[in-house]
């Protein structure tokens, strides 16, 4: 294959995955709603859930069965009432990485006390609430079969058939001609070889090439193929085993899709139902410093809880300073030259000194040209940064926010940029003083990804030792588990 073709085929297949991935949302998005209708009708529907365990996280469906919900999957087996369903405090979003499918979770427990979250994917939580609303009585036999019928399976065995059927119709089409070897074509590095033939029909002469087998005819014998009708008119198949071999795998296929799909789903509705309750919400008791102060705090608490739970712990007010500390002359410019990186420059030069005898001259420059660059990259860097660092130092005040500080385990302080419930933007301070663990300020300079600012605390301009950062999902993630563990003494 030529590298034009070969990156053709590559756009070809990148282009039809896309746009099976569209078809599937389109479909995915379309059947949640039909589900949502029939649910509001009082008929019966299974929907896409996302169910995790001791074992992991694992996509299950679940249908209303009399007074519970019922999950159902591989290796999952569990039933929940609609009321423990209903009332359940814990929530969490969670996301199914291998098809990115977003899910807000609540959490149960079962008998032995073991954790379970589990709650519908996005698109088919409005299924859901109408299917808990609507649903009542017991769930008919075609129901379970539905929720616990791996999609998987179904999709090799329709498949295989549909290529058996395909290969058949092709085959039946056709019909037997002689044909003329004009040529042989060998493969060594295959180990095969294929027979180039013409024959003629009333459509007029053709010409294919068809496996060949030991021992190999001769230019100008006559061998049976099988020429193809509409609309494979003018290719051909060999008779000697390519019918057998393309009806066995197909036919194969087929039969082990559906015996996974059957055995899978007996298995499925055979496993015992685990019953679960809602999960009471755990609190962990956290003792002040002057051990007078006790709060409890759930573990599934959010971050700023968790934090008021920390900073009563390790008596963050007991600190507080209303004034921040003079920087001294060379903290800006410290701040800009450090922002860049000035090693490859380093690097470099010393590769461009240090060339054995015997390298064309033609390197050096290369490597010294190289130096130049990064030279000018490292010192526009800092340029840049400098700027940004004297309009936080100047600038006005362009947004309010609310506030809450963080001391991490090397006793620095962030500060953390809230609205609501939610950090938005995190930066360091530049003192090891710092205000109350929670206000609001006012903020100047480039509150973006990288920038500099400065944040006004009662009428006071707290100077910043880093760029700002945004919050996202794994930030905030690790920024909980390691506060929950400070609390709970998991860590020094």
């Known amino acids: 294959m030529t590298p034009t073709r070969a990156i ?90 291998e098809l990115f499918e977003f899910a807000e979770q609540r959490g149960f427990v079962d008998g032995a006390g073991r954790r379970f979250v589990l709650g519908p994917v996005e698109e088919w939580a409005p299924a859901t609430e109408a299917a808990l609303q609507s649903n009542h009585g017991r769930a008919g036999r075609w129901t379970r079969v539905r929720a616990a019928l791996p999609r998987q399976a179904v999709g090799a065995a329709l498949l295989g058939a549909l290529a058996l059927l395909g290969f058949q119709t092709l085959w039946a089409t056709g019909s037997d001609v002689s044909a003329r070897v004009v040529r042989l074509l060998p493969y060594p590095e ?39 009708g509409w609309p494979m008119q003018g290719k ?23 015996g996974w799909a059957v055995g899978a789903t007996a298995a499925r509705l055979r496993r015992p139902a685990l019953q679960l309750q809602a999960r009471p919400e755990p609190a962990v008791r956290v003792v002040g410093p002057d051990r007078t102060q006790t709060i409890d705090v759930a573990r599934d608490a959010d971050l700023l809880n968790l934090l008021d739970a920390l ?10 300073s209303s004034q921040p500390p003079e920087q001294p002359w060379y903290a800006l410019p410290l701040m800009a030259i450090s922002s860049a990186r000035w090693w490859p420059i380093a690097v470099f ?27 000018v990259w490292a010192v526009s860097t800092a ?49 090891q003083v710092h205000p109350a663990p929670v206000g609001r300020c006012g903020v100047r300079g480039d509150l973006t990804a990288g920038g ?31 506060v929950l563990d400070r609390l709970e003494d998991r860590l020094p």
Not at 352 to 370: D, Q, T
């Open 452 to 482: 500099a600012v400065q944040l006004r605390i009662d009428g006071v301009f707290w100077p910043t030792g880093g760029p700002v950062d945004r919050v996202d999902e794994d930030m905030l993630q690790d920024m909980r588990e390691e």
């Open 383 to 431: 340029i840049g940064t400098w700027r940004l660092l004297g309009q936080a130092r100047s600038g006005p005040v362009t947004s309010e926010w609310d506030y809450r500080l963080l001391r991490d385990l090397n006793d620095d302080w962030f500060v953390l940029l809230v609205l609501g419930r939610t950090p938005h933007w995190i930066t360091l301070l530049d003192s």
């Open 8 to 97: 053709l085929l590559w756009i070809a297949v990148t282009i039809a995955s896309m746009l099976v991935g569209l078809a599937a949302a389109i479909l995915n998005d379309r059947s949640a709603g039909r589900a949502e209708a029939l649910a509001r009708r009082g008929k019966r529907v299974t929907t896409r859930f996302l169910a995790a365990g001791p074992d992991g996280q694992r996509r299950v469906r679940a249908f209303v069965d009399d007074d519970d919900l019922v999950v159902i999957g591989p290796r999952t087996h569990l039933r929940v009432s609609r009321t423990a369903y209903s009332e359940s405090q814990i929530r969490r979003m969670s996301v199914d990485e």
């Open 236 to 258: 051909a198949l060999d008779t000697s085993g390519t019918y057998e071999g393309l009806t066995s795998v197909t036919g194969v296929l087929a039969l082990l899709g559906a």
């Open 311 to 320: 900073s009563a712990r390790e008596g963050w007010t007991d600190e507080v």
């Open 190 to 228: 295959d180990d095969y070889t294929d027979c180039g033939v013409r024959w003629t029909d009333p459509g007029g002469e053709h010409y294919a090439e068809v496996d060949c087998y030991a021992p190999y005819p001769k230019v100008g014998e006559t061998i049976r193929i099988r020429a193809l």
């Open 349 to 375: 030069l010393a590769a461009a000194v240090l060339l054995p005898e015997g390298v064309p001259i033609g390197v050096s420059y290369a490597l010294g040209a190289a130096a130049l660059v990064m030279a």
